[in-house]
DNA sequence: CATATGTCCTGAGAGC
DNA sequence: TGCTCTCAGGACATAT
């Protein structure tokens, strides 16, 4: 999404509008007439990506900062529905254009924050470190001696920045852990994984530009769905046979009232003994003669 | 302090 | 067909 809106960078700010609407305002500070007032006239010097805010530098070092959330886009193409715009900024040098601030729901925030207010929200100490970076050994240090399950863990923000819901149940099946396990009864050999999977998947995400799934949430800025949904093994595909081991059906359950799928056979509770040589391991799991059972209706 | 739960919002889809 | 009900989820506030 920041990457589609960088060529905003060296623009002049000639305005924001707030359209009236009937839908709830956004969440947003300071008041319109504020806001008006300290970004007209200046230049944008960056745009960046904070977790899962996208931060428009000023020249004045003030900060426009969105969260979409779940239903927000950023667009630089006409909205999808002109009832749901709510901020339009039209800037102009060298080329002039229109960046639309666009959420469905009332869940987004838009803020302009000072540098302060900034550290405040968005300081190292507000949040963990980003999940496209983070380090294994960061990852044991923010959730190795926690009690909380693994996957209600990964969506905290402050631990590590970034994961999503969907992605969340992902990485957890690529890395064949259960998403149920404790933080602090993780092995070693599971936190690699973990780590390595984390990388894959926000990579793997990030370049198929994001994940739209059927309710067409999310958008590039240019308008179009992304990829990702093409990739996904477990999100939303309850009772689908795993396409891993073929045999396993995805399970969904609630965990701090967030939707988790998993395979059970993939990602199982308890480590299995390995007592007379040991059971088949996780990686040869798709050779099972079930593998070919038919898919439900 | 560490976790857990409630809240915000609208549209899609199910069920009757 | 047209209504009501449920569900989806990020971050934050509040509760345990």
């Not at 070693?188 to 990030?206: F, N, S």
């Not at 199982?268 to 898919?295: E, I, L, W």
């Amino acid at each position: 999404m920041c990457r589609g809106i960088a060529l905003v960078v060296g623009s002049r700010v000639r305005g924001i509008r707030f359209p009236k609407s009937r839908l709830c305002p956004l969440p947003m500070s300071p008041d319109e007439r504020s806001f008006r007032r300290r970004v007209k006239g200046r230049v944008i010097v960056g745009v960046r990506r904070v977790a899962k805010r996208v931060v428009i530098q000023l020249d004045s070092e003030d900060a426009i900062v969105f969260e979409p959330r779940m239903t927000g886009r950023v667009l630089l193409a006409a909205p999808p529905e002109v009832k749901h715009v709510r901020a339009v900024i039209d800037f102009s040098e060298p080329a002039p254009g229109l960046l639309v601030f666009w959420s469905m729901r009332g869940l987004s925030t838009l803020h302009l924050f000072s540098p302060g207010q900034f550290a405040h929200v968005l300081g190292p100490d507000r949040i963990g470190p980003d999940a496209l970076v983070v380090t294994e050994a960061e990852l044991r240090a923010a959730f190795g001696k926690s009690r909380r399950a693994i996957k209600p863990a990964l969506l905290d923000q402050k631990a590590v920045a970034g994961i999503g819901n969907i992605y969340a149940s992902e990485i957890l099946h690529r890395a064949k852990v259960h998403p149920e396990i404790p933080c602090d009864r993780i092995t070693a050999g599971q936190w690699r994984r973990i780590h390595a999977q984390t990388h894959a998947v926000l990579h793997a995400a990030v370049a198929a530009q994001g994940s739209t799934l059927a309710d067409g949430g999310y958008q590039t800025v240019e308008g179009r769905s992304g990829q990702y949904q093409e990739q996904i093994r477990v999100y939303g595909r309850t009772d689908e046979t795993c396409q891993i081991c073929g045999r396993g059906r995805i399970r969904r359950i609630v965990q701090a009232q967030r939707s988790t799928f998993f395979c059970p056979v993939c990602q199982r509770a308890v480590r299995r003994k390995t007592k007379q040589g040991g059971r088949m391991p996780f990686s040869d799991m798709h050779t099972d003669p079930f593998s070919s059972q038919p898919k439900g209706p």
